[in-house]
């Protein structure tokens, strides 16, 4: 049973924190991507990784940063949390025809 | 850039009942995938059904089909005999073919099912 696995399910940081978001797939993939969700404008992809130590943005990837050291991990960073970065984060890797996701992170900055 | 858009922000259909939620998506590129997405209340996102856009047949997932309107960039999720368990956001989403598995994948806003016992 294929997995992509989050580190936390909910976060509650503060203004100003440094916060990592854990992603790990055990599908061997090389992709491996960032969307946030937000209602209203469904899932936007903030940054993705199409190889091991490459990174690329994507629409929304200010205020963020990545990190992809094995190909099995795949790390979302706010170097400095602010409110409008409360949100849901998604990761997910791409098969051939399906895309697997984790199950989310609800993150809040307060 | 690819745009995906989906009109109806909520729907509500009766137990055992037939609904239809819409999607309609620009692009230039004629090969591509469209996706139906369901995420269920506080659970992970799953497929429901893809479509490859060079098959002009629509795609059929069991109670799962789709209406694939290539020229009019159309793609609606016909949803038959619903059930309880199919009560769920529903995303519309587009994935380019140029760069197979590495190419990210663009949504809509979401449709809201709510089904009525």
């Known amino acids: 049973d294929v997995k992509v696995t989050q580190s936390s399910r909910y976060l509650v940081k503060r203004t100003g924190e440094k916060v990592f978001l854990e992603c790990v797939q055990d599908?061997?993939?090389?992709?491996m991507f960032w969307y946030r969700q937000d209602p209203g404008l469904g899932l936007r992809l903030i940054y993705f990784?199409?190889?091991?130590?490459?990174?690329e943005k994507g629409d929304i990837p200010e205020g963020y940063s990545v990190s992809r050291e094995k190909k099995e991990r795949f790390s979302l960073i706010l170097e400095s949390a602010s409110t409008n970065q409360t949100s849901m984060y998604l990761c997910?890797?791409?098969?051939?025809?399906?895309?697997?996701f984790g199950q989310g992170t609800r993150l809040t900055v307060v | 850039a690819q745009t995906v858009t989906q009109s109806q922000p909520e729907m509500s259909v009766q137990e055992a009942e037939t609904v239809t939620l819409s999607c309609t998506y620009d692009?230039?590129?004629?090969?591509?995938?469209l996706f139906w997405y369901k995420q269920p209340p506080s659970r992970q996102m799953i497929l429901v059904i893809r479509q490859e856009a060079y098959k002009q047949q629509n795609a059929t997932e069991n109670r799962f089909s789709v209406n694939f309107q290539k020229a009019a960039k159309s793609f609606s999720l016909k949803i038959s005999d619903s059930q309880l368990g199919d009560a769920a956001m529903y995303f519309c989403a587009y994935r380019s073919a140029l760069r197979g598995v590495s190419e990210d994948m663009r949504f809509g806003a979401g449709t809201r099912l709510t089904v009525k016992p």
């Open positions: 990784s199409y190889d091991v130590k490459m990174k």
């Open positions: 599908m061997d993939h090389e992709n």
């Open positions: 997910a890797t791409h098969g051939r025809w399906v895309a697997f």
């Open positions: 692009t230039s590129e004629s090969d591509y995938y």
